[in-house]
């Protein structure tokens, strides 16, 4: 029997201990006491009376490792042509900077903090810094019409709200608090601070007694400590529309969310800590939350935070640049990202501008792979594309070819006849 076969089938036969044993791949500051239970209303619990931090997890943990100068993340810009890198002990110090912010604002444990910006090193950092203090977070997606962010703020009921002076769209600057201050007055429950990070593409017209300068409100913040949460306690909010166009809040806890992204960065991804994961996504949707922010950093390997398009930012070529300048060993993104540059450049001449060698493989997810695309991003590539399956409920894979399990037996570059094995095989 195969390893595969063998884990599988005692995930099956025994799910308690087998998550028993993975949840012991983090740090906890108490280990928990229950593995699986249900609650009064028939919901399954995960880890119960296990106290972690989530933050303490992705950032701290790995300074204790002696991490703190390896990239931890790194911005890359193409519409403002902008490249910063943050190692895990600058990364940290942000986090626990602006942690010191939001509570001299009031935010404690408990508290929730609606976050709406665009993909910009602040908005991790934002999200990184509720966790911190044990505050919920909820990530709306950036540009978001006014209606729609009413909506969530009337559910979420944020103390604090975070956001930015703009975004960009190709080349457009969209200013962003018009549609906060739109979204503020529509809604009927009404933040008393919000926090706002002040591009230099675009300045905002600040609300007096309302609307703060993030620049000037970290001059003066002091770090705040992680602050132990239960493994039950919510890290965040993430609205999904469902079937009938009404949004419904997704609660991920704390304990479950660490150990299953922890396991598919170690089992899924085959990713290990110090490489150089890529996924191309926004952090107000799932795959941002799991595998921009939490996934690769709870990992100690660096992460990728891009600001750009797969075409015109400049052109069909930005995604095999990113690859080569920042050497992305894993690369995610959606199927509609690679149509768009198969559209525009379907024969590959950009890719052959790059070196891409440091790629080992290519994820798929957001919604099912076509076979053209997919048969021409292999055949260009060279390099396993494996297509899985996932959504914002369960926040992590539910169908994926365990790529990190017995990869151990395939060599780096294994050529084409041995794709359908890793793609196909289980």
């Known amino acids: 029997m195969s390893i ?31 593995i699986l239970r249900q609650d009064e209303n028939g919901f399954y619990r995960w880890f119960s009376g296990g106290q972690l931090n989530t933050a303490y997890l992705a950032l701290d943990y790995h300074l204790a490792q002696g991490r703190g100068n390896q990239a931890a993340l790194i911005y890359d810009s193409p519409v403002t042509d902008t490249v910063k890198i943050l190692t895990y002990q600058e990364l940290r110090d942000k986090v626990a900077r602006f942690a010191g912010v939001l509570r001299k604002r009031g935010v404690e444990k408990g508290d929730s903090v609606v976050i709406y910006m665009p993909m910009i090193p602040e908005a991790a950092i934002a999200m990184l810094a509720c966790a911190r203090l044990g505050a919920i977070h909820s990530v709306v997606f950036g540009g978001f019409a006014p209606h729609e962010l009413a909506i969530r703020i009337d559910d979420a009921r944020p ?19 018009p549609l906060l201050d739109k979204a503020i007055q529509e809604s009927n429950y009404k933040p008393h601070t919000s926090i706002i990070y002040q591009r230099d593409m675009c300045n905002a017209p600040m609300q007096s007694g309302r609307d703060y300068d993030w620049v000037e409100l970290m001059k003066e913040a002091e770090p705040a400590d992680c602050v132990p949460v239960e493994a039950t306690d919510p890290l965040y ?15 991920r806890d704390n304990g479950g969310h660490a150990v299953a992204l922890k396991f598919s960065m170690d089992k899924i991804y085959a990713t290990q800590p110090g490489e150089v994961f890529w996924a191309a996504s926004d952090v107000g949707w799932v795959v941002g939350h799991s595998y921009i922010v939490y996934g690769p950093l709870i990992q100690g390997a660096t992460t990728i935070l891009f600001e750009g398009k797969p075409i015109k930012t400049p052109d069909a070529g930005t ?20 149509r768009a540059i198969k559209k525009e450049d379907s024969e590959g001449h950009f890719l052959k501008k790059y070196d891409i060698s440091s790629l080992r493989t290519l994820f798929l997810a957001g919604e099912r792979c076509d076979i053209a695309t997919y048969e021409w991003l292999k055949n260009l590539t060279g390099r396993p594309v494996i297509d899985h399956w996932w959504q914002t409920e369960s926040g992590w894979p539910m ?17 084409v006849s041995l794709f359908v094995v890793l793609i196909f095989k289980y």
Do not use: D
């Open 237 to 251: 909010i993430l609205y999904t529309s469902g079937t009938t166009g009404k949004p419904k809040g997704i609660v």
């Open 399 to 415: 169908l994926a070819n365990m790529l990190g399990i017995e990869t151990h037996s395939y060599p780096a570059a294994p050529p």
């Open 319 to 338: 995604f095999w640049r990113v690859i080569e300048e920042h050497q992305v060993n894993t690369f995610f993104t959606a199927p509609t990202a690679f």
């Open 4 to 34: 595969y076969a063998t884990m599988y089938a005692r995930s099956l036969s025994e799910p308690e201990a087998f998550w028993a044993e993975q949840a012991q791949a983090i740090a906890w500051y108490k280990a928990p006491e229950q």
């Open 159 to 177: 103390k604090v709200i975070v956001s930015a002076s703009c975004g960009i769209e190709f080349s457009k600057v969209i200013p962003y608090k």
